[in-house]
């Protein structure tokens, strides 16, 4: 499995953004995917995931202002991410976990992309 993330760049405070992901490889064994983060000095931090079938999860820190959705025509999995702050600047990667439970913990996903710089001014 390779996964491609895109979409990070530099956007003002207050504005949007929306991350994609892409997967290739054996797709079939894919069961969620997630989008992680990490500042720099910080440990690496979930975002939200979503199951093949559509069943998401969000983790306190930007729960209110972010949407994952999968579209499993395009193996894609999407951020949609509003009301950045320039808190949240920081490399976001998407992952892949080949374990069917809804939640898997961050060392239950086999595969990460290469990561997408999200950098939010003030």
């Known amino acids: 499995v390779q996964l491609q993330a895109s979409g990070g760049g530099l956007v003002q405070s207050g504005g949007s953004l929306r991350l994609s992901c892409t997967a290739s490889?054996?797709?079939?064994?894919?069961?969620?995917m997630g989008w992680y983060r990490q500042a720099p000095g910080r440990q690496r931090e979930l975002i939200a995931s979503?199951?093949?079938?559509?069943?998401?999860n969000y983790a306190n820190s930007m729960k209110d202002r972010v949407t994952i959705s999968i579209d499993n025509t395009r193996n894609t999995v999407y951020l949609q991410m509003n009301s950045l702050k320039p808190e949240d600047t920081a490399i976001y990667y998407c992952?892949?976990?080949?374990?069917?439970?809804?939640?898997?913990?961050?060392?239950?996903?086999?595969?990460w992309g290469q990561g997408t710089q999200v950098t939010v001014s003030s």
């Open positions: 490889g054996s797709i079939y064994s894919i069961n969620v």
């Open positions: 992952a892949a976990s080949l374990l069917v439970v809804a939640t898997p913990r961050e060392n239950e996903y086999a595969y």
């Open positions: 979503t199951t093949d079938g559509g069943i998401t």
